[in-house]
Each structure stands twice: as C-alpha cells, then as structure tokens.
C-alpha cells in the first residue's frame, strides 16, 4: 500500500474511501464552574426529544458535558459506585480553530459527534475552507455519531437530521451508533434515577440498523458503520434477515498496547475496516480512565524506533496503525501536534519493527466504559 500525504485512502464496502489519518474532536474534561441542571419533561414528544439532545449544551460562551466517571460519590442499589460530575469546558473557538489548522496541514478525515458538543464549529471551519477555496465538500470526509438515548428507530433519522442542521451541511459521510447500549430517549444525555442509577432502555440493534440504512438510502448519509461492537454484536447485523447495507467500520479503541488483532481478524474477514480511537493512549485521569496501563507514549520501543527516523512516539504508533490498515484518529487541539501527527508519511516502518510494536501489545483497554459494566449490551465482557 503507496501511502502519500495526498493519497492515504482506503476503500469501504459500499463503495466509498476514508483517508487512513484523521482528526479526532473529543473534547476533554475539566472541571467546571457552573453545574448544568438537565431538564427533566417526561411528556415531550419526538420532536422536542431530539431538540432537547442538541439545543442543551450549545452555549455561545462555552461547550459543556457532564462527564460521569470514576471519582465516586456513592452507592446505588446495584452495589455499582455511582460516578461524580464532572464538566467538559472547552472555550469557544478552540475546535473551529484547530479543524482550520487540520484542514491546511492536510487533514481531510474529521471525527466528530453530537456529544462532543462542538459539531457547530466543526462545520463552520468546513464551510469557511470550502468558501476560501481550499477544499470542496466532496475532499472532506466527516464521521458523525448517534447517541444512546437516540437508538430508537423513529429518532434515528431525526437524530441525523439535526446534526446536519448544526454542522449546516447536507450529509455526513459517515454516521455510526456510537454505542451498542441504548440509554432511556428524553432530555438527559445520561439519564438516571432518584439514586443515580443510569436507566437503561430496550436496546434492539438490529431495528436501530434498519433506520440507519434508511438514512443512507435517503442519502443523509454516505456510508454506515458502528462503533465498541464486539463480535457477536456484528454479527447480530451481518445475519439480520432482509441486511441491505453492512457497517463498513468498526470504531474501537486500537493503539500498540491493545492491537486487537482477534477483532482485526474478523472485520478485515467481513470488509470491515477498523478505525482505531485514543491510537496514542489517552488522558491519564483516573476519573475516566483504566491507569494500570503504563503511558503508551513513554515507552522505550516505539522512542528508540522514533530516534531511528528522527520521529517522536506518536508519530511511529500511528505509522504502525495505518500500516495495519486500521484507520487512525489522534485528537488534538494543539496546532504543533496536528502537525506532527500527520507528518506519517515520508517514512516506513520494517517487518521487523512492525513484529516489535506487535509484541507490545498488553491486551489492557483505557477505556472500559465500567460505569455502565452492568447494561445487557456492554460490549468488553466478550473476549473480542
């Protein structure tokens, strides 16, 4: 595979590419000042459901998700801890600027979702590169996502809908369930009860598919994929009696401490192509995140490789990812490390290397997502 700067595309099974290389647009959590009180209205309908999902969190002064992590505040009756609140607080501007400065390094893959409440800027940056002639709209590949609260079939499309009316563009060329576990649909992005314990709803994956494919059919979005399905949640849709369209990725974590290749394995057997997330470890908090694993980008291996080609770490781990095939979305909004990490391509690494970082693989996620270990469909128990 000839990987340029300009040319690190991959084909889809339906057709379509997605560049290897994208930008990833999660915003971080930090504390916050204020507490954002979530609404509660059990009688709205549908329509206002949906609004409620995307009108909530998009201040003009600045973006705010209330994160529900591992620093605990108590007990629920299920004897699982019952997370803090925490907030997401990133100034207004910061991902307009840093999509700006992706787009003119090169960048044509965005990752995105309505959850990380910057979608708004996300298309304002698109658009203002488009009206200055720097790209069209059909060089930019952007991924969306539907959120768990939004898995019932009649607010698939809806759901799509309006994040097209934030990002004001008429498709997304990706749109994936972000996770296979539905959430209660209403106002709170993390429903819970008088005990803080988060209500679940009936999830049906294989209906949520059919309104997904209605949405590629109605030509909102260009292809569909999922995201943290395991296995046997894949082959939940690959077996569906009357399949018109199979997810064409597979959204997971994927980095040289956890390689995934039983996963790997199967998708590439499918046409599933895997795009890795936190493909350079993630944060280090602990609210959040699984610690016992050592920081990726400290270790010895992929330095000595980096010192090698005159690269850093992150630079080899994401070399390593796209030579596998897999798909890689680094986030970042810091402008030096948007350049650096798409600075991939004018070095390659050997079979001997790649065996290396291969052979660093710990099988140990940083995301676990335990907070929610108890939901039917959670996905990490299963080996793969």
């Known amino acids: ?13 339906d057709g379509n590419s997605i560049p290897l290389l994208g930008l990833g647009t999660y915003a971080d959590p930090q504390k916050g ?13 549908e329509k206002s459901i949906v609004d409620s999902c995307f009108s909530l969190f998009y201040s003009p002064t600045s973006l705010l998700l209330m994160v529900l992590g591992g620093n605990h505040s108590g007990t629920s009756e299920s004897g699982l801890s019952r997370p803090s609140r925490r ?24 990752d ?6 910057n979608e708004h800027e996300v298309g304002q940056a698109i658009r203002e590169k488009i009206a200055e002639g720097k790209i069209k709209r059909e060089d930019i590949f952007y991924c969306g996502k539907l959120w768990n609260t939004c898995h019932p079939p009649e607010l698939v ?31 709170a992005i993390y429903p819970r009860d008088e005990n803080g314990k988060f209500i679940y709803h009936e999830t049906n994956l294989c209906a949520t598919w059919e309104a997904m494919e209605a949405c590629k059919d109605a030509g909102l979005a260009k292809s569909i994929g999922v995201s943290n399905f395991n296995r046997r949640q894949l082959e939940m849709i690959l077996n569906k009696p009357g399949l018109k369209h199979k997810p064409v990725s597979n959204q997971v974590e994927c980095h040289p401490y956890f390689t995934q290749p039983k996963l790997l394995e199967f998708c590439r057997q499918h046409d599933i192509v895997i795009v890795g997330y936190s493909p350079l470890g993630t944060s280090r908090d602990e609210t959040w995140v699984n610690v016992s694993s050592p920081p990726l980008l400290e270790d010895p291996v992929l330095n000595a490789i980096g010192k090698k080609y005159s690269k850093t770490a992150a630079q080899v781990a994401l070399r390593f990812s796209i030579q596998r095939g897999v798909v890689v979305i680094p986030k970042s909004f810091n402008p030096q490390r948007i350049r650096e990490n798409f600075q991939i391509f004018d070095f390659s690494l050997t079979e001997k290397e790649m065996k290396e970082i291969e052979a660093l693989n710990k099988n140990v996620r940083y995301v676990e997502l335990l907070m929610w270990r108890d939901h039917p469909e959670y996905p990490f128990n299963d080996e793969y």
């Open 1 to 13: 595979m000839s990987l340029t700067a300009e040319s690190h595309r991959v084909p889809l099974s």
């Open 33 to 45: 000042r204020k507490r954002v009180v979530l609404p509660t209205n059990k009688s709205q309908q």
């Open 87 to 110: 907030l997401y607080k990133t100034p207004k501007g910061t991902c307009l600027e840093s999509v700006k400065i992706a787009i003119d390094t090169g960048y044509r893959h965005i």
């Open 112 to 117: 995105g979702a309505f959850v990380y409440y």
């Open 157 to 187: 499309r809806p759901t799509l809908e309006k994040t097209l009316k934030i990002l004001q563009l008429d498709y997304v060329d990706l749109y994936i369930i972000e996770l296979p576990m539905a959430f209660k649909p209403g106002d």
